[in-house]
């Protein structure tokens, strides 16, 4: 499913749905951070998605890690809360989603970086590289946050 996402555009579609969505902020012991090419959109983005009925928050971060990298990993931490009712991700199905994130601090306990039909590029990513990559501003927001210690972001 094709989505286009419109990031403080006034041009954006109004949303007819809205999706909590929780992301997993992984770091190596290098400090290295976990990313994903995204197949829909082409962007490098953390893992994560939207939650399904009957998980927690924190589940639903594991969870999408695992699928969308590989990587199993554990939560050492929050970062915070993303509400920006100015990001809308419109969908070929119709749907126009405005979702928050709930993004998660983590460090992997097991599995090797691997692509599948969500990802076609896991890796983990020096900061000092992170410029050199195709990154959408919400997820930008999300790792500079992590990188100055600006957390738990509330917004």
């Known amino acids: ?7 403080n555009d006034p041009k954006a579609p109004k949303p007819n749905s809205l999706v909590v969505a929780c992301n997993l902020l992984v770091t190596d012991a290098s400090g290295a951070i976990l990313l994903q090419r995204r197949r ?13 009925m ?8 594991i969870r999408e890690c695992k699928e969308e990298t590989g990587i199993t990993a554990e939560i050492t931490g929050f970062l915070g809360v993303y509400s920006n009712p100015n990001h809308i991700v419109a ?5 126009v989603r405005q979702q928050y994130e709930n993004c998660y601090i983590g460090r992997p306990v097991a599995g090797e970086p691997t692509i599948n039909d969500e990802a076609d590029g896991v890796m983990f990513v020096a900061p000092d590289k992170l410029d050199e990559l195709d990154i959408h501003p919400s997820m930008r927001q999300q790792i500079g946050d992590y990188l100055s210690g600006n957390y738990p972001y509330l917004g």
């Open 54 to 61: 009957g998980e927690t928050a924190a589940e639903c971060a």
């Open 1 to 7: 499913m094709g989505r286009i996402e419109y990031y």
């Open 40 to 52: 829909d959109t082409g962007q490098w983005a953390l893992p994560g998605g939207a939650m399904d």
């Open 91 to 95: 969908y070929t199905d119709g749907e």
